[in-house]
């Protein structure tokens, strides 16, 4: 494919889009679209990764533990490996797409390859309303149901008091819209 051909859609010339020094972070609960909306907002770029954190997370086998009951030890593990893996792309020149559940508390741990770079970084909080990600929840295959649990962390994104300038609802939005939404607005840069 040739990444030169310029192809309008929505206003967006998204083959053409190069890396602008931006660090992508996709959060929010299982069945919200993350790890979907990440993967289609990576695939607009010429060079690109979609780093699902959850598969790093989980290269722990021994001593392995939920990351809702990590005392802090694991996500310090996880997060010093995504800043390896986000720096390698970037000085590669990839355009770094995170998919996580990452809350505000959590991007002080982005700021160290964030400020080494001078990058910015884009915050997205997806969200959708319960029914909907139960819905969704209930659609995947069984070991990737998350039952409760998905439920359990919409209502601790919603206590958290996120600034509503980093969400995004995607109860009736398309995953498309939605990575039309975070290339082109810029209120999700922190």
């Known amino acids: 494919m040739n990444y030169d051909i310029n192809i309008i859609e929505l206003g967006v010339n998204l083959m053409a889009l190069k890396y602008d020094?931006?660090?992508?972070?996709i959060s929010g609960t299982c069945g919200v679209g993350?790890?979907?909306?990440?993967y289609k907002l990576a695939e607009k770029y010429g060079l690109s990764a979609h780093i699902n954190a959850d598969n790093l997370y989980h290269m722990v086998v021994g001593g392995q533990v939920a990351p809702w009951k990590d005392d802090g030890t694991y996500i310090k593990l996880?997060?010093?490996?995504i800043n390896s893996i986000v720096e390698n792309f970037i000085i590669n020149g990839f355009v770094p797409v995170i998919d996580y559940v990452v809350f505000p508390e959590d991007l002080c741990f982005i700021k160290k390859v964030k400020d080494k770079y001078m990058l910015k970084v884009k915050y997205i909080v997806?969200?959708?309303?319960?029914?909907?990600i139960s819905l969704r929840d209930d659609s995947r295959t069984l070991e990737n149901k998350m039952g409760d649990r998905s439920v359990e962390l919409l209502r601790e994104f919603n206590e958290k008091g996120i600034n509503e300038k980093y969400i995004?609802?995607?109860?009736?939005?398309?995953i498309e819209e939605t990575v039309l939404e975070i290339i082109k607005d810029d209120r999700f840069i922190i």
């Open 34 to 38: 993350k790890s979907s909306t990440a």
């Open 126 to 132: 997806l969200m959708a309303d319960e029914t909907t």
């Open 168 to 174: 995004i609802n995607t109860t009736s939005k398309s």
């Open 21 to 25: 020094g931006t660090i992508y972070i």
């Open 78 to 81: 996880l997060w010093t490996n």
